[in-house]
């Protein structure tokens, strides 16, 4: 069983940054992937960014590429997200979660954080 506790959310100006934590317990997030989706009101939840297990590659959602970052520190057993030049269209429940494998989806989810981009 892995607990994932989400944190850093709350209210920015469009063009400012923000910097989420999910931090895991019960088991190491090291075996796993482990993602960031956001759900904003009245739309699914979508895919933000992603981090594989092992060598670290990365993967992420057009909306946000070349604004967001994630990155992963096992010895912290924590997972990052960066966000920069965050938009109003930002603006969303932000959630992490693990997957021992990509294909077989996410089996691990936190509670999520607000973001909220006032523009």
């Known amino acids: 069983q892995v607990e994932l506790v989400e944190s850093g959310g709350g209210l920015v100006q469009a063009g400012g940054s923000l910097r989420l934590s999910c931090a895991a317990s019960?088991?190491?997030?090291?075996?796993?992937?482990m993602g960031w989706f956001r759900q904003a009101p009245g739309k699914e939840r979508e895919f933000v960014a992603a981090i594989s297990r092992g060598d670290g590659n990365t993967f992420y959602a057009d909306s946000v590429k070349g604004r967001f970052i994630i990155s992963r520190d096992n010895a912290k057993n924590q997972v990052y997200l960066q966000m920069n030049s965050l938009k109003p269209e930002d603006t969303a429940v932000y959630y992490c979660?693990?997957?021992?494998?990509?294909?077989?989806?996410?089996?691990?989810w936190g509670q999520g954080t607000q973001v909220t981009v006032s523009s």
């Open positions: 979660a693990a997957t021992k494998a990509f294909a077989s989806g996410y089996d691990y």
């Open positions: 019960g088991r190491t997030i090291s075996t796993r992937n």
